[in-house]
């Protein structure tokens, strides 16, 4: 929110202005909306946002819309905008009215972000073609062209992707203990990266709100905003899937995965739904996912009786993308899983229950400790 204590800097401006602008222009677009009024904040005694609209329904219902802006969307950022609106909308009896609405702006809000503020009652808009105004008998909802979300996405994305391994390991060792302090020289030991590499993760958790610097060193403040996120980018690379069929039980199957490992050591180990089931029972499922080492994929396939096929599938055997998704694995009645982590990286790909399955797991593993 733009205070008349706070300096007019260039760049925030220019945010606010490329908003003001778009969101008239999209206003315009409704042909049953009359007198758009994109009011001067500095002539309002309501200082508090960026922007203020003023549009008329159909049926003569003046609607007044306030925009906050960011120069950021990121998820961590824009929840505190959401929770700082709720409080004004609260405390001030100006802004109570049914005829008020509210909107977060900034240059691009990613899908993760808009569903926070649509969860949230809040409507959106970005540079970049997504914008989403719900109120009374007024539904305008846009969506950005793919290409424009992977280029303003790209230089933000690297640490998250699967190609960066060394990243992979250090946001693993972070969220094996989210309550703790660490020394970036002893996260860099501890991981196997360079100082450099800890350095460049940290600026880039930083940047999003999603770590911060604690007393004894740096602590995660969002973990579960860090796995969405993450999941969003490390799930655009498909798995190496064998696609098979058994006639067991989901049950039965489970059990003959927990013997390869017990009498065997071969490291199959749950994940997707039935890793899931592990942690946070929450969802009913008709498919095993597990992953199985190359190697040893013909033995396991024969061991459970199960043949490939294209479709009816009840396995999913999984070829390990890289061996930093075996961090934090543990073993759950009588079975190996993959870290809470993997498993819900791997239930955001899922169709279905997937999400919720995930979002479970999140809630049970992570919630308590976000600061």
Same mark, same amino acid.
């Given at each position: 929110?733009?205070?008349?204590?706070?300096?007019?800097?260039?760049?925030?401006?220019?945010?606010?202005?490329?908003?003001?602008?778009?969101?008239?222009?999209?206003?315009?677009?409704?042909? /049953?909306?009359?007198?758009?009024?994109?009011?001067?904040? +500095?002539?309002?005694?309501?200082?508090?946002?960026?922007?203020?609209?003023?549009?008329?329904?159909?049926?003569?219902?003046?609607?007044?819309?306030?925009?906050?802006?960011?120069?950021?969307?990121?998820?961590?950022?824009?929840?505190?905008?959401?929770?700082?609106?709720?409080?004004?909308?609260?405390?001030?009896?100006?802004?109570?009215?049914?005829?008020?609405?509210?909107?977060?702006?900034?240059?691009?809000?990613?899908?993760?972000?808009?569903?926070?503020?649509?969860?949230?009652?809040?409507?959106?808009?970005?540079?970049?073609?997504?914008?989403?105004?719900?109120? +009374?008998?007024?539904?305008?909802?846009?969506?950005?062209?793919?290409?424009?979300?992977?280029?303003?996405?790209?230089?933000?994305?690297?640490?998250?992707?699967?190609?960066?391994?060394?990243?992979?390991?250090?946001?693993?060792?972070?969220?094996?203990?989210?309550?703790?302090?660490?020394?970036?020289?002893?996260?860099?030991?501890?991981?196997?990266?360079?100082?450099?590499?800890?350095?460049?993760?940290?600026?880039?958790? %930083?940047?999003?709100?999603?770590?911060?610097?604690?007393?004894?060193?740096?602590?995660?403040?969002?973990?579960?905003?860090?796995?969405?996120?993450?999941?969003?980018?490390?799930?655009?690379?498909?798995? /190496?899937?064998?696609?098979?069929?058994?006639?067991?039980?989901?049950?039965?199957?489970?059990?003959?995965?927990?013997?390869?490992?017990?009498?065997?050591?071969?490291?199959?180990?749950?994940?997707?739904?039935?890793?899931? %089931?592990?942690?946070?029972? +929450?969802?009913?499922?008709?498919?095993?996912?597990?992953?199985?080492?190359?190697?040893?994929?013909?033995?396991?396939?024969?061991?459970?009786?199960?043949?490939?096929?294209?479709?009816?599938?009840?396995?999913?055997?999984?070829?390990?993308?890289?061996?930093?998704?075996?961090?934090?694995?543990?073993?759950?009645?009588?079975?190996?899983?993959?870290?809470?982590?993997?498993?819900?990286?791997?239930?955001?790909?899922?169709?279905?229950?997937?999400?919720? /399955?995930?979002?479970?797991?999140?809630?049970?593993?992570?919630?308590?400790?976000?600061?």
């Amino acid at each position: 929110m733009t205070h008349k204590s706070l300096q007019n800097y260039s760049s925030h401006q220019q945010v606010v202005e490329g908003v003001r602008q778009k969101l008239k222009s999209l206003l315009k677009e409704v042909p /049953a909306l009359t007198d758009i009024d994109a009011v001067d904040v +500095s002539n309002e005694n309501r200082f508090e946002f960026d922007i203020i609209v003023k549009i008329k329904l159909p049926d003569q219902t003046l609607i007044e819309i306030f925009c906050e802006v960011k120069s950021k969307g990121e998820p961590a950022i824009i929840r505190k905008s959401i929770d700082t609106i709720q409080h004004v909308c609260e405390s001030c009896d100006n802004y109570r009215s049914s005829n008020s609405y509210y909107m977060i702006g900034a240059p691009f809000i990613s899908e993760s972000t808009r569903k926070i503020c649509e969860d949230s009652g809040l409507g959106y808009i970005d540079l970049s073609g997504n914008s989403l105004i719900k109120h +009374s008998t007024l539904l305008i909802r846009t969506v950005g062209k793919e290409e424009d979300r992977v280029n303003r996405r790209r230089a933000n994305v690297s640490v998250f992707e699967r190609s960066s391994v060394k990243s992979s390991i250090i946001l693993r060792h972070l969220l094996v203990n989210p309550k703790r302090e660490w020394l970036l020289k002893n996260l860099a030991k501890k991981s196997g990266a360079s100082p450099a590499q800890v350095s460049k993760v940290k600026k880039f958790l %930083a940047d999003k709100g999603l770590v911060a610097n604690g007393a004894d060193g740096l602590f995660v403040k969002e973990p579960s905003e860090i796995i969405i996120q993450w999941a969003e980018a490390y799930n655009k690379i498909q798995n /190496a899937v064998y696609e098979c069929y058994s006639i067991d039980s989901i049950s039965e199957i489970e059990r003959k995965l927990g013997e390869l490992y017990s009498d065997f050591g071969i490291q199959c180990a749950l994940t997707g739904f039935s890793g899931g %089931a592990r942690y946070a029972p +929450s969802v009913k499922y008709k498919k095993v996912h597990a992953y199985v080492p190359q190697e040893h994929i013909d033995f396991v396939k024969k061991y459970l009786k199960c043949t490939d096929t294209s479709r009816g599938a009840n396995v999913s055997l999984i070829v390990p993308y890289d061996n930093a998704l075996w961090i934090d694995e543990r073993e759950i009645r009588e079975n190996l899983v993959v870290s809470p982590v993997q498993v819900c990286l791997d239930l955001y790909a899922l169709k279905g229950r997937g999400e919720e /399955a995930a979002e479970a797991i999140i809630l049970k593993e992570f919630k308590q400790y976000e600061r």
